[in-house]
């Protein structure tokens, strides 16, 4: 899944907005009503550097970092803030054309809460996992 970037675009994930955003995902939704957003992500754009700057400012009030939580983006000019769980990439779509975000790796807490609905859809259907009693500081060669 991924967000288009126009003009300059601020992408944050969705689990630091829900971790550190006062009143999460809904609230943020209610403030920032016309966001982009894909299952992981949230967009949201400016035509000016000022009007980026001051909504930057109105997040880092509110407890969100973009070093932190997210990156910048220009449509033509590719990332200005880069972080290590986003990429943008070029789409050449007949629908759009230019940059898009997608998260590659999200938090290790998101990682086990979406990971715990398919053990459990598993689960319910017959499966069953061992899970490993050592921690990989027991083991010999830490692997």
């Known amino acids: 899944m991924t967000i288009p970037v126009v003009f300059l ?7 630091a907005v829900r971790y550190h955003y006062a009143g999460g995902e809904a ?9 982009a957003e894909d299952r992981y992500l949230f967009g949201l754009a400016s035509m000016s550097g000022q ?3 001051e909504l930057l400012t109105e997040l880092a009030v509110a407890n969100i970092e973009l070093t932190r939580d ?12 880069s972080h290590p ?5 070029f789409c050449d779509s007949a629908k759009f054309a230019g940059l898009e975000a997608r998260l590659v790796r999200d938090d ?3 990682m086990a809460r979406e990971g715990e609905g398919i053990v459990r859809f598993l ?3 017959g499966f069953s996992f061992e899970v490993p009693t050592a921690s990989l500081a027991d083991t010999e060669d830490g692997r």
């Open 9 to 15: 675009t601020a992408v944050l994930k969705k689990s």
């Open 27 to 35: 609230a943020f939704r209610v403030r920032y009503p016309y966001a």
């Open 51 to 53: 009007e980026m700057d």
């Open 70 to 81: 997210g990156a910048l983006a220009d449509r033509t000019g590719g990332a200005l803030l």
């Open 85 to 89: 769980d986003i990429v943008f990439s």
């Open 108 to 110: 290790p807490i998101e």
């Open 123 to 125: 689960m319910a259907r």
